[in-house]
């Protein structure tokens, strides 16, 4: 864009009324912070998976390019679902048993765990209806389609934006937008209105790294915390995010920008291309140099909004004015991050690409508001309002307007002294559909119709103390001056028409450019978290490698100084199965999950706190760490750590990272290293196939029932005896550990001393196979006991 138009831009501007996010209305924020609800429609057959979904507040419509999902975890479903996180979700009547359990026990799990309760609906088959779908899908209208064009036109663009071979997505989007047409009354509330598609957008999960909810909640990316009040429990959006990366990360300067960054965080991806454009944004703005323009980005930020949810109502002739002013302020601040990033070039391709992006458009439209719409009278007025000089019909009818309250005093005046003496007071008013009236103070109780009758007036009606009649000066207002009001306003309604037409032509332009902005937002957030953390750039690359120099836990390092870093390396060479011992509260859990938050960060794009690292691409994330145990799910903890190991076992390739903490201690200890010892085996018998493996276990005697392989690591927490208790070091080295001091952490954490040395008695008596001593106490007891029933049996006459 030339620097001209840039100037022209800001001068008409600077005349516009000035608005800061301080400032912004109570309404505005209000209608920023409802929780957008959105539909979900799935069709899974022949393990291929094909989705759309719609949201109800924007018209947002959205489809799933057909992939691969494998029975019968449904994988990738999950992470659809998680990522949408819909109100309401559509099944086919007739889909395959594996995928309706895999469906029902995410939106059983959702209902039980989240603040979002998800609706489950099956519907008819016939719905699903191939033909069906694909004539209703040729009949949708979206606002960018070129204008004007035929049948055949039409359809040549709805292939360029759907892609009709995905049979499974054409069955989704077609039986979503046949539900919409029979339920939209009851899903909205409006018994005349018709669903509104604002925007088209196609979602690839593809690239996605697999990773269960479970994983999610372990590793503390999330953490939902449920309202302590009884009445808001549950409640959509009353949930509070607790300590997890997503709080962490949850500092963007616009809304789209913190929906945006929920999505990104539940779609890590192995795309090397994206992950690098990534971090070459987060470096450039982390450079002290680019303070200055993050910050003037930022305050642009501020103001960018989901725009589809405006023109919906602005489309409806339901548009509030500070959403016309929400709408102005998305425009400008759109074109001028475009603008500053000309600036920030600096060879960063993302940054480029929103330097060169074509916002000719969005500068016109602006242009347009600017001109046409008076902001000022807008809010005041709480309608859309033209500036003068814009239309010069709609001038001479605003003047006619303005002098009309002059005018109807000096016709009351006048019809004054044509009404009887007994009359006192009269005024002119105007109603819409009946014109001018002249209202008559009644001039007594209880009138009849007879008396209420006024030579040369015709009577109307009355309402409370006054009585209204058309008398010859209101003819005469009629005649001249008409309905003025309701012709300024139909006449402001066309113009508006017309500026809602130009501006949904151009609103593809327009959201593909908020897209842009939103990612933006997320990007210079995590740079922020990044530079004041001192996180460092993560060497991405394709090998199979993590290796980690004095890596840290993100989240421990908000909430201590004194946090211990540690190294690892997973390698073939240097050992890809790490297998962890230690004594209890050494360490161990938080050094797997660093480990797995700093891989997780380096496939969003973030940087890792780390000295330095090498992150090799994963496929899939797994883990058995948290157990949630779930009344509705019918699984007790041992047998959700079973199902999470499973999960683990199966899925995972290669190129897959896991974390196992303590897994088989939920159940008999012989029966529990036995499941251990099996599942590690399987893995370890792959060979170079094996993937990464992270295991802590308080089973020391783990090394003699797995195979003999270099690819296995045994590494231990350092400890040091003062006054015969333990102290912890937090620092990994390599061996195995002798003991896990449980007694001695029992004590610390306030066992009974007399408790304690019973469990080391009972331990010692167990390792030496013999009984243990007697305990004095009990055998007191025992005998008190004992005498009392000797007693009470002598003196009873048996």
Not at 22 to 46: A, F, I, P
């Amino acid at each position: 864009m030339a620097s001209e138009d840039s100037k022209g831009l800001k001068n008409y501007y600077s005349n516009a009324p000035e608005t800061s996010a301080e400032q912004t209305s109570d309404k505005e924020s209000t209608e920023e912070s409802e929780t957008e609800e959105r539909l979900l429609t799935v069709c899974c057959r022949s393990g291929k998976l094909g989705a759309a979904c719609y949201t109800l507040q924007t018209g947002e419509l959205q489809i799933l390019e057909e992939i691969v999902d494998r029975p019968p975890e449904h994988q990738i479903f999950v992470s659809l679902f998680n990522q949408v996180d819909p109100v309401q979700l559509i099944l086919d009547g007739k889909s395959q048993g594996t995928f309706v359990s895999a469906v029902k026990g995410v939106v059983l799990a959702n209902d039980t765990n989240e603040s979002t309760k998800c609706k489950l609906m099956f519907i008819s088959s016939k719905e699903y209806n191939f033909e069906a779908c694909k004539r209703r899908i040729q009949s949708l209208t979206l606002p960018h389609e070129p204008p004007n064009c035929s049948d055949e036109e039409r359809m040549v663009f709805l292939r360029t934006v759907i892609d009709f071979a995905q049979t499974q997505t054409v069955h989704a989007l077609g039986a979503l937008l046949r539900y919409l047409d029979l339920n939209w009354s009851n899903l909205i509330m409006d018994l005349h209105g018709k669903p509104q598609f604002m925007s088209l957008t196609r979602i690839s999960l593809a690239d996605i790294v697999a990773m269960d909810e479970d994983t999610y909640r372990g590793l503390q990316v999330f953490s939902s915390l449920s309202h302590p009040s009884g009445f808001k429990k549950g409640v959509q959006g009353s949930n509070k995010e607790g300590l997890s990366l997503y709080q962490l990360f949850s500092k963007c300067s616009s809304k789209v920008g913190h929906r945006r960054m929920r999505i990104l965080l539940r779609h890590p991806t192995k795309d090397l291309e994206t992950l690098k454009r990534r971090q070459d944004v987060v470096a450039y703005f982390m450079r002290p140099q680019s303070d200055s323009i993050m910050r003037n980005i930022c305050a642009s930020l501020r103001f960018i909004r989901n725009v589809n949810g405006i023109l919906a109502k602005i489309k409806a002739l339901s548009a509030k004015s500070y959403q016309w002013k929400s709408l102005y302020n998305t425009l400008y601040n759109v074109v001028l991050i475009c603008e500053l990033c000309e600036n920030a070039g600096q060879n960063v391709e993302y940054l480029d690409r929103l330097a060169s992006y074509d916002t000719t458009k969005l500068y016109e439209m602006a242009l347009y508001m600017n001109r046409i719409i008076d902001f000022d009278l807008t809010k005041s007025e709480g309608k859309f309002t033209v500036k003068a000089g814009v239309d010069h019909d709609l001038d001479l009818k605003k003047q006619t307007m303005a002098s009309l309250h002059g005018l109807m005093s000096e016709t009351a005046r006048v019809e004054l002294e044509r009404l009887p003496p007994f009359i006192e007071e009269c005024a002119m008013l105007y109603m819409p559909h009946l014109g001018y009236l002249l209202g008559v103070k009644a001039w007594a109780d209880n009138l009849t119709m007879e008396q209420k009758e006024l030579p040369n007036m015709k009577f109307m009606f009355q309402n409370n103390d006054y009585i209204h009649y058309k008398s010859k000066g209101c003819e005469e207002l009629d005649m001249m001056i008409g309905d003025t009001y309701p012709e300024i306003v139909a006449h402001e309604t066309r113009i508006m028409m017309r500026l809602t037409s130009t501006i949904l032509e151009n609103l593809h332009t327009l959201a593909a450019a908020i897209d842009i902005c939103a990612e933006l937002d997320c990007l210079i957030t995590i740079s922020k978290v990044c530079k004041e953390y001192s996180f460092v750039k993560p060497t991405l690359t394709r090998d199979k490698v993590i290796s980690i120099v004095q890596g840290k836990h993100p989240l421990h390092i908000t909430t201590m100084d004194n946090f211990v870093p540690n190294d690892v390396k997973s390698s073939q060479e240097a050992g890809l199965v790490k297998i962890l011992t230690g004594p209890n509260s050494s360490g161990k859990s938080v050094y797997m999950k660093q480990i797995g938050l700093i891989v997780y960060l380096a496939h969003i794009g973030s940087f890792v706190p780390a000295e330095s690292a090498t992150i090799g691409i994963v496929e899939h994330i797994y883990s058995r760490i948290q157990s949630t145990e779930c009344i509705a799910a019918h699984m007790s903890a041992f047998l959700i750590d079973l199902r999470q190991m499973a999960l683990a076992v199966r899925e995972s390739s290669s190129n897959s990272l896991i974390i196992v903490d303590e897994f088989g201690k939920g159940t008999g200890e012989t029966d529990g290293l036995a499941l251990l010892a099996a599942c590690l085996n399987t893995l370890l018998f792959r060979g170079v196939t094996c993937p990464h493996v992270l295991l802590s276990t308080h089973f020391l005697n783990v090394h003699d029932y797995i195979v003999d392989t270099p690819v296995v690591r045994f590494m231990r927490f350092e400890y040091m005896m003062q006054d015969s208790e333990p102290v912890f070091l937090f620092r990994v080295v390599e061996g195995s550990s002798e003991s896990s001091f449980a007694h001695q952490v029992a004590e610390s954490s306030g066992v009974h001393t007399h408790i304690v040395n019973r469990a080391r008695e009972l331990l010692e008596a167990i390792t030496n196979n013999a009984l243990p001593p007697p305990d004095k106490k009990i055998i007191s007891k025992l005998r008190n006991v004992t005498e009392i029933i000797k007693n009470t049996l002598l003196t009873e006459d048996i």
